[in-house]
C-alpha cells in the first residue's frame, strides 16, 4: 500500500511538499547533493493517454564533467535545458517509439529530446548525486533508505506505464514497491502493479 497523499493541488504542488519533506530527512551536508526530479512537464503529462515514468538509477553531478549541476532540479535539466547527453537522447527515442509508435531509429538533436522528454516522467532511486559509474551498493542502500519517499513519489505521478532502466533499478523498484526485498521476481516480462504495468529494460545509453 501506498502512503495516503492530500487530493488538493497539481501534481507538481504534491512533489513539491514531498521534496520539501525528503530533503529535510537528510543532513544538512547532504542537501545540497540532492536532485528533485519526476514530471517534466505536467500540461504536457498530463495530455498523454499513456503516462510514462522511466526509473533510472542516480544523477551524474559528481567527480566529472557535470560538476557545475551538482543539486539542480532534473526536471528543469530535461525540459529546458537540455544537455543533449546519451541518457536523455535514448529516453526520447523510447518515448516516440512508446507514444506515437516510431518504428525508425531516430537519432534526436538536444532540442528534440527535451520536446519527447516534457511528456514524460523521470526519477531516480536514488536523489544524492553520483558520479559516471555507478555504485550499486550505495544506491541500493540510499535507495532502501528512502523507499517510503519513492513510492509516495510513485503515487503522486500516477503513470500508467513504468519503465525500469537497467536491471538494478528493475530489481530495487519491484523489491520497494512491494515493501519486500525477498518477494520473487515476476515470470512475466511486463508484470501490473495497481494501475499501472512495469516494462524492464536496458540502461538508457544502451539504445
Known amino acids: 500500500m501506498f502512503a495516503q497523499t492530500h487530493s488538493r493541488g497539481t501534481r507538481s504542488d504534491k512533489l513539491k511538499g514531498l521534496f520539501a519533506e525528503w530533503l529535510k530527512s537528510y543532513p544538512a551536508t547532504h542537501q545540497g ?7 517534466v512537464n505536467e500540461v504536457r503529462y498530463r495530455r498523454e493517454a499513456t503516462r510514462i515514468l522511466y526509473v533510472a538509477l542516480e544523477p551524474n553531478s559528481r567527480d566529472g564533467r557535470y560538476n557545475k549541476y551538482l543539486g539542480k532540479d532534473l526536471r528543469y535539466m530535461w525540459g529546458v535545458k537540455g544537455l543533449g547527453k546519451s541518457f536523455d537522447l535514448n529516453l526520447a527515442r523510447w518515448t516516440a517509439v512508446l507514444l506515437d509508435g516510431e518504428t525508425k531509429y531516430s537519432n534526436p538533436t538536444a532540442e528534440g529530446a527535451k520536446q519527447l522528454l516534457r511528456r514524460v ?4 532511486l536514488k536523489k544524492l548525486a553520483g558520479s559516471g559509474k555507478a555504485n550499486h551498493e550505495a544506491i541500493s542502500v540510499q535507495a532502501w533508505r528512502d523507499k517510503d519517499y519513492i513510492r509516495r513519489q510513485v503515487e503522486i505521478i500516477q503513470p500508467t506505464l513504468v519503465v525500469t532502466c537497467s536491471v538494478t533499478a528493475y530489481r530495487l523498484f519491484w523489491w520497494i514497491i512491494n515493501d519486500d526485498p525477498l518477494k520473487e521476481f515476476p515470470k512475466k516480462s511486463v508484470w501490473p502493479h495497481g494501475q499501472f504495468r512495469v516494462l524492464p529494460a536496458n540502461h538508457p545509453p544502451i539504445p
Not at 547533493?33 to 514530471?39: A, C, E, P, T
Open 121 to 124: 516522467a523521470i526519477m531516480n
Open 33 to 39: 547533493h540532492f536532485h528533485k526530479d519526476g514530471i
